[in-house]
């Protein structure tokens, strides 16, 4: 096999001494910013590594990977000295830039271009202006190597996260690029879809011999597969010796905030007896006789893989599907629901106007506004744009306007969804303060050390079913596969 | 026995059943090209006859003959409807059957009436027949080295269309799904345009990391995109495309005969029996012998 890097025959010619990344002395501001995002920065990846660079929200590791691909550089002052395999960046075209790294972005939705899979594997080729029969070649190797053949005639809309994100690694592949820069690559997908990518991922590195970089907050689930690991912080990167410290859990509550008393709970929040639903009469059962009550002033959690109706119940706790059979009762006089995607509730042009958006129609006014943004962490953000927010702001505005309508009935759906610590510690903090001011909440979550140290009461779904439902100590004693 | 498990390919994008199917895209679009120009265009009551006739035994081979009757439910009272408003408004013809008021209703206007109907419903049915032979990479394959922007440009929208229908159901959902006692439940003009603000906005952001993720494939990188189809114009479809254009020639030949010598005024002409009808009955069952050989084959 021939690899990426060549280094099956040509490996003296080729000088594989010589770093895959190299940066010198970089310095990074963005137009109008007054401190730079990046400066001073030093920075040397070796051909053939798997690394990891590791820092929170705002450190500039997506800034930092964008720099090494000119055609999507963000603008600003830039100066410092960035080579990719000894030859610099600013040199590259877009030809050579496609050809030598490759990018995958963080939103398996957004950077899918094309209708079909096979069409989306040929996407970059077309642009490289290749001859019919190369594309064949390169499509029907890549799609070997990644043993995506079976769905090669797919639409890409009905794939699902996990899939569209291997397709998006794939598509990149085909153009065989010899450095490969992952933007948080699996930071939406639930943590089956998360370890068949990595794995991919490694294949990618040690069988092409491709040399990997990925940007991540969240470490822990790559470590196994990395080789070098670097830390992004204040603007400059350091290598951190010691891999295994960057898979430590971190703690999401503070200590004082403690659980209520098991037990205390009484009344019902919400049930469903008996509920059957489908979403369409040739389609499968996604509830199956579920049978569930959850009692009112607790955080519970929902766990389950995907596909097993997790979001559906949801729906149907919303009053926005209707069982086909059985009784859904809710016992509260109140409800909302937070979408998967917090975009989907987001309308206005300024922060200050979302967060007023339902200011009349539910009666509160501009300082309980004030107040509730401020404890989710959003002070000072009025007049920012809620396009121009992190990920993990995004998702605390659109909680902070659900909490301002007072539902007493709190439904979430993947809160915390590709959120850096310092967001899903206020989700955490916010979920709790809410079940102690006799609210209830219900999420649905793939996370499950959320689960574990935020609900009182975590259900695991299964086809249709609850499977059990238990308080997270026991879930996690009695459980041997399934566990954070 | 049954189909041994590798060769079944669970969730395979499945082909519909159609003819010209083992052919390369060009193949059926010269077939389908010249039959609806030859159902639009023979104003003659035998040609249309055939050409219905045709269109309806296609339909009932592939698409089945619960679907094809349930689509004569309205095709017939179109041809009615037709038949009937035709001679209101020409009045014509040298036979009068009854009058409405002043005006006389004459037989052969309302012929007329009956056969652009029926060729109505025949060029309905052959564009049915077209959308299952040329399904959508067959039509990008076609055109697509000729406008390779275009054919990305559809396949982009086809890509973003239902993407932006489920998302827009999403939307409607979460504001459905906010109940809070006092709060007048939302009024459905005012919520769409909410929604529809909502998906402006998350659609014009997607579409910035879009662009991103073209760029950084090489989007621009060549003076002249390409397009990978999945077709190759082999021998066999090259001697498809002339045997083809002659037997079209011929049909095209006999239309063109049929429909000068035919008038509907002042008096309807009567069809004679004629070789050259055959000629265009073995044009329009073409499909449906090839289907019929490809059943037969797979028994």
Known sequence: ?484 | MGVPVDITREESGSEPVAAFSMSHPAVPALYMVLTLGLTMFSMQPVLIALSLAGGLAYGFATRGAARTLGALRWQLPVILIIALVNPLFSASGSTELFRIGMRAVYLESMVYGLCMGGLFVASVLWFEAAASMLSYDKVLALFGNAAPVVALMISMCMRLIPQFLRRGRTVLAVQDAIDVPGRAPADPVRSRLRASSVLMGWGMEDSLERADAMRSRGWGAATRRTTYARYRLGRGDVAALVGLAAFGAAAVAVAWVATTQYSFYPQLSVPAPWPGYVVYAAWMALPCVLHAVDEKRFG
């Not at chain 1, 049978?291 to 596909?307: E, L, P, R, T, Y």
């Not at chain 1, 107040?371 to 702001?393: K, M």
């Open chain 1, 1 to 484: 096999m021939t690899r990426l890097d060549g280094s099956m025959m040509t490996d003296a010619a080729r000088g594989s001494d010589e770093p895959a990344i190299e940066v010198r002395g970089l310095r990074f501001a963005y137009p109008g910013a007054e401190a730079p995002v990046l400066e001073g920065l030093d920075w040397a990846v070796p051909q053939g590594a798997f690394a990891l660079l590791v820092g929170g929200t705002g450190s500039g590791k997506s800034t930092l990977l964008s720099l090494l691909k000119p055609e999507i550089a963000p603008a600003g002052e830039r100066t410092g000295e960035l080579l990719v395999l000894g030859e610099n960046v600013a040199d590259m075209d877009v030809r050579a830039s496609a050809e030598r790294v490759g990018y995958v972005f963080q939103d398996p939705e957004n950077q899918i271009v094309c209708e079909t899979v096979w069409h989306e594997m040929a996407f970059g080729l077309e642009n490289l202006g290749m001859s019919r029969d190369e594309m064949r070649r390169r499509v029907a190797e890549t799609s070997y190597f990644f043993g995506l053949e079976d769905w090669l005639h797919r639409d890409t809309d009905t794939l699902s996260g996990g899939r569209k994100q291997l397709l998006s690694l794939a598509a990149v592949l085909a153009l065989r690029p010899r450095v490969l820069l992952l933007d948080e690559p699996t930071s939406q997908l639930d943590p089956v879809a998360e370890k068949i990518f990595m794995h991919a991922l490694f294949r990618v590195n040690r069988e092409l011999g491709c040399t990997v970089v990925v940007a991540t907050h969240q470490p822990r689930p790559m470590l196994e597969y990395a080789t070098y690991a670097y830390r992004i912080k204040g603007g400059r990167v350091r290598e951190a010796v010691d891999l295994a410290s960057l898979g430590s859990r971190e703690g999401l509550l503070a200590l004082d905030s403690c659980r209520p008393a098991q037990g205390a709970a009484t009344s019902a929040a919400a049930a469903i007896r008996e509920g059957w639903f489908r979403y369409d009469r040739a389609g499968g059962w996604v509830l199956r006789g579920l049978d569930v009550a959850f009692s009112a002033g607790v955080v519970h959690a929902v766990v389950g893989g995907n596909g097993c109706g997790k979001s559906t119940m949801l729906s149907v706790l919303a009053k926005t599907a209707k069982l086909q059979r059985g009784r859904m009762v809710r016992g509260t006089a109140s409800a909302a629901l937070l979408p998967q995607n917090p975009k989907a509730l987001l309308v206005a042009e300024t922060v200050r106007d979302e967060l007023m958006e339902w200011a009349s129609t539910c009666g509160y006014d501009e300082a309980v506004a004030q107040e509730r943004a401020a404890s989710l962490g959003l002070s000072g953000l009025d007049g920012r744009h809620p396009c121009d927010l992190s990920g993990g702001q995004r998702q605390l505005l659109a909680l902070a306007k659900l909490l301002l309508i007072g539902p007493e009935l709190l439904l979430l759906d993947e809160p915390t969804k590709g959120l850096d610590l310092a967001s899903r510690c206020i989700i955490a903090r916010a979920l709790r303060e809410h079940a102690q001011a006799g609210g209830t909440v219900i999420m649905a979550t793939h996370d499950l050390d959320f689960a574990e140290q935020v609900a009182d009461e975590i259900a695991m779904m299964f086809d249709g079913e609850i499977a059990c439902v238990e308080p997270p100590t026991d879930f996690f004693a009695e459980n041997v596969f399934y566990r954070a």
